[in-house]
């Protein structure tokens, strides 16, 4: 009789253990699942796995059902925000892999894949150096904005706190235009995670929160380009969809 226990578990189905899997219940529990909603923060993700095609299941969070604050949300990510994934094949001896924040995200898929991020250990940092500006300034500046523009903050009969941000939000553009002079991308002719980082950030500055004469957009003419040559990627314009809004 043979000892059933020392038959290997295939990876997907360890998923089971992780309770996230309750309440979105993967169809093909093979692939790497992505948690998210098209957010500026949610698309860096669906861009980076449609750009590098590694297949995936996407699973809506919907916000207007409060999903990122159940507690089956928050075993994966205690921060309640999204994107997050679960990877079957993950790094340490194929087991499953939990992750959250999405700079995060998009470098363990840059290094999990080889791809769009330089292998040269100067150009991976300076790629990282972009990438967390745009984590720790560009991403929390702009939705700030958006606040104060057009969600509750505009309601505010104190501007200052709006101007702020604007004014904050016009210096970063000043720097990725100054940077971007000259470049078709950010590490030069690489496309890189530092690009899908702020695309949907700056999409959605101009875009969704209407925000682009008020940060007066027109006149950073090398992020204007950078953006249209972004978008235009047919991987970009899949990404920016995913997961589909209800």
């Given at each position: ?5 020392s038959?290997?578990?295939?990876n ?16 093909h ?11 500026p ?29 159940t ?35 998009l470098?363990?898929?840059a ?20 990438l ?23 309601d505010y ?14 210096r ?8 971007l002079?000259?470049r ?63």
């Amino acid at each position: 009789m043979s000892d059933m226990s020392s038959i290997p578990v295939p990876n997907w189905d360890r998923l089971s253990v992780f309770p996230i899997t309750r309440r979105w219940p993967p169809k093909h529990p093979e692939l790497l699942q992505l948690y998210s909603l098209p957010t500026p923060n949610g698309v860096k993700v669906s861009i980076m796995l449609e750009e590098i095609e590694l297949p995936y299941e996407a699973h809506l969070v919907d916000f207007g059902k409060d999903d990122q604050k159940t507690p089956e949300f928050l075993s994966l990510n205690p921060n309640g925000k999204i994107p997050a994934i679960l990877d079957p094949n993950g790094p340490r001896d194929r087991k499953p892999l939990a992750l959250f924040e999405s700079g995060a995200i998009l470098q363990y898929l840059a290094e999990k894949t080889g791809k769009l991020l330089p292998q040269d250990a100067a150009r991976r940092y300076q790629t990282l150096q972009w990438l967390h500006f745009q984590m720790g300034s560009v991403g929390p500046m702009f939705g700030q904005v958006g606040f104060f523009h057009k969600f509750a903050g505009k309601d505010y009969e104190d501007k200052r706190p709006r101007d702020r941000y604007v004014a904050e939000a016009k210096r970063l553009l000043g720097v990725m235009d100054t940077h971007l002079a000259g470049r078709q991308w950010f590490m030069d002719d690489d496309y890189t995670i530092a690009d899908i980082s702020m695309l949907g950030w700056v999409r959605n500055l101009i875009g969704f929160y209407g925000a682009g004469d008020l940060v007066e957009f027109a006149q950073f003419k090398a992020v204007g380009a950078w953006l249209e040559r972004g978008l235009a990627r047919p991987a970009v314009q899949r990404g920016l969809n995913i997961p589909a809004r209800p």
